[in-house]
């Protein structure tokens, strides 16, 4: 909310600033950022996201059914193993399970890294579009989640088709 309102006091400060210089000489457009989170870019690096994070899961479930298997085996099993035996497979189990955690936390950094770098690719690509509308269109400046008074500013439609049109690879 707060980062809305900055954007908005932003937003008036230059608009302000343009209209003192360029008066009514300047064409400006919108685009509405909620509509663009439904173009084929975004849904693509979502999926993507989604399934990566889908096959990380199911390898470290598996890995921890294993390992609390294991563990099940040593509580019923350890009354009748060698003291060896039992430290040995104490020592083992520790081992899996500080393992398993370093994985799981390792496997959280990597997706969220992943995941930044796939809506980055999406965004940019997104950008580019927004630029290309607004120059074939003849704006000198595009704002985006703007408060938009009058709908014949409004560029999202355009660009959301021409995202649509270029197709789902986030990083094309």
Known sequence: MMQKLIRALGLAAVLVAVSATAQADMKIAAVRNDLLQSSAQIKAAQAQIQAEVDKRRAA????????????????????TMSVDQRDKTEKDLNTRKAQLDYDQH????????RSQELQGAAINKIRDVIFQVGKEKGYDLVVSDAFIINPAVDITDDVLKRLNAQGAAPGK
């Open 60 to 79: 470290l479930e598996a890995e921890g059914k294993q390992l609390a298997d294991d563990v099940q085996k040593y509580q019923r099993d350890g009354a």
């Open 106 to 113: 390792k496997a959280q950094d990597e997706l969220q890294a």
